[in-house]
């Protein structure tokens, strides 16, 4: 299978409280075969600094079973390394879920360039804070 570009995505809720709406948004785009979640890690840091991780099958309560039939299983591709990064960048008291999810939709294009005889030369992510700042910009220049 030819794999599409894959993102690693760090999601923080504060405390321990995960919303069932992500995993309910994540499920919704993986079956329009938007995405695929490769893999799905919960890491908290507890008040003391304290970092664990658990993945799914660890886990009780709705709120982490509701992510349960997102994740397509290649399990181990997010590391104790990555776990550790997490850890240090959340602040105490919060949880954060760790994924990685394929961009399905890549491919089509992918495929499309490919055929054309094209390919990417470059690819890079603008978050959206820093369009909406440009674009801000461009509304109060107008």
Not at 11 to 33: C, H, T
């Given at each position: 299978?030819s794999r599409?570009?894959v ?6 809720f504060?405390?321990?409280v995960?919303?069932?709406?992500v ?8 079956a329009?075969d938007i995405i695929?979640?490769i893999d799905?890690?919960?890491v908290?840091?507890?008040?003391d600094?304290t970092?664990t ?12 079973t509701s992510f349960d039939?997102?994740a ?5 591709l997010?590391?104790e390394e990555?776990i ?17 999810f394929?961009?399905?939709w890549?491919?089509w ?6 055929a ?5 030369h470059?690819l890079e992510?603008?978050p959206?804070?820093?369009v909406e ?6 509304a109060?220049?107008?």
């Amino acid at each position: 299978m030819s794999r599409a570009e894959v993102d690693f995505v760090v999601v923080e809720f504060p405390g321990n409280v995960i919303s069932g709406k992500v995993a309910e948004q994540l499920r919704e785009l993986a079956a329009r075969d938007i995405i695929r979640v490769i893999d799905l890690v919960f890491v908290t840091k507890a008040e003391d600094g304290t970092v664990t991780s658990a993945e799914l099958p660890q886990l009780d309560g709705e709120e982490f079973t509701s992510f349960d039939p997102v994740a397509q299983s290649l399990d181990g591709l997010i590391g104790e390394e990555d776990i550790a990064t997490v850890g240090e960048m959340i602040p105490a008291g919060s949880t954060a879920c760790v994924l990685l999810f394929e961009h399905l939709w890549a491919t089509w294009l992918r495929d499309a360039i490919d055929a054309a005889g094209g390919r990417v030369h470059h690819l890079e992510r603008i978050p959206a804070e820093a369009v909406e700042e440009v674009a801000a910009a461009v509304a109060t220049a107008s």
